[in-house]
C-alpha cells in the first residue's frame, strides 16, 4: 500500500489512534506521531525508518524483545529493553556488564543468553531464579548454595556432582529432593528424613543409623516404604516392629 498523505500532524496522530500500525502508511511522520504510535505498540518501530533514541525507547519501555529490530541501539536503549524484557539480551551483541545485571535482574534465566558469565553475575541469576542454575556451566558452590536456597532444594536434579555441602542444604529445603542425589552420605539421609520422614521411598540402601530413625518414629507409612530386606534387621529392631 502507497505512503497516506496527510496534511497535518493532527491527521497523523487520529490515523495513529485508529490504527496503531497506520505509521507504515504515513510518508513522513512526526517524531510526536512516531512516539504515539510505539507508545500504543512497541512493534510499530519496524514501520519507522531511523528511530530517534526517544522513540527508540519508547518502543523498547513497551516491548523489550522489539529492540531486535532497532540497529546498533545505545546502552539507554539495551537498559530500558531488558528491564522490561530480561530475555531480550539474546538480542543484544556485546552488551556492556551493567546491561547483563539488569538482565539477570529482571529474569534469572537471561543468564543462557550470556557468553563467560562472572560469578558475582550468576549469583544474581540465582537469586533471581534458582532454575538459571541449569544454564551455568560448572557453577561454583556458592552460587550451588544461592539456588538451592532459591528453589527450596529441588534445583539439585541440574547440579552436577554436587559437594555434600550442597547436597545437605538441598535437603534440608526439601527432604524429597533426596531423590536427585546418587549415594547420599548417612549425614545427608538422615537430613532428609528429619526433613521429610517420607523421603525414605528415595533412598537406595538406607544405612543402620536411618533404618533405626525411621523404626523408632513408629510410622507405619515410612516403615513400610524403605526399601530394606526386613529379615536383615538385628533382632533388637525386629522386637521394636512386632510391638508397633
Do not use: C
Amino acid at each position: 500500500m502507497n505512503p497516506v498523505i496527510y496534511r497535518t500532524e493532527k491527521e497523523q496522530l487520529k490515523a495513529i489512534k485508529r490504527n496503531i500500525f497506520a505509521a507504515q502508511y504515513i510518508y513522513n511522520p512526526s517524531e510526536k506521531v512516531q512516539l504515539e504510535s510505539v507508545k500504543s505498540s512497541g512493534h510499530a518501530i519496524v514501520y519507522i525508518d531511523n528511530p530517534s533514541e526517544a522513540v527508540q525507547l519508547a518502543a523498547v519501555k513497551d516491548t523489550g524483545n522489539v529492540i531486535k529490530f532497532i540497529h546498533n541501539p545505545s546502552e539507554a536503549v539495551q537498559l530500558a529493553a531488558v528491564k522490561e524484557e530480561g530475555l531480550a539480551i539474546q538480542y543484544i551483541e556485546n552488551p556492556s556488564e551493567a546491561v547483563q545485571l539488569a538482565a539477570v535482574r529482571k529474569d534469572g534465566v537471561a543468564i543462557q543468553y550470556i557468553h563467560n558469565p562472572s560469578e558475582a553475575l550468576q549469583l544474581e541469576a540465582v537469586r533471581k531464579s534458582g532454575a538459571a542454575i541449569q544454564f551455568i556451566h560448572n557453577p561454583s558452590e556458592a552460587v550451588q548454595l544461592a539456588a538451592i536456597k532459591d528453589t527450596g532444594g529441588w534445583v539439585i536434579e541440574h547440579i552436577r556432582n554436587p559437594s555434600e555441602a550442597v547436597q545437605l542444604e538441598a535437603v534440608k529445603e526439601a527432604g524429597e529432593a533426596i531423590r536427585f542425589i546418587y549415594n547420599p552420605s548417612e549425614a545427608v539421609q538422615l537430613a532428609a528424613v528429619k526433613k521429610d520422614i517420607y523421603s525414605i521411598q528415595y533412598i537406595h540402601n538406607p544405612t543402620k543409623k536411618v533404618i533405626r530413625y525411621i523404626i523408632e518414629s513408629e510410622d507405619i507409612e515410612a516403615i513400610q516404604s524403605m526399601r530394606i530386606d526386613f529379615e536383615t534387621l538385628p533382632d533388637e529392631l525386629k522386637l521394636r516392629l512386632e510391638i508397633i
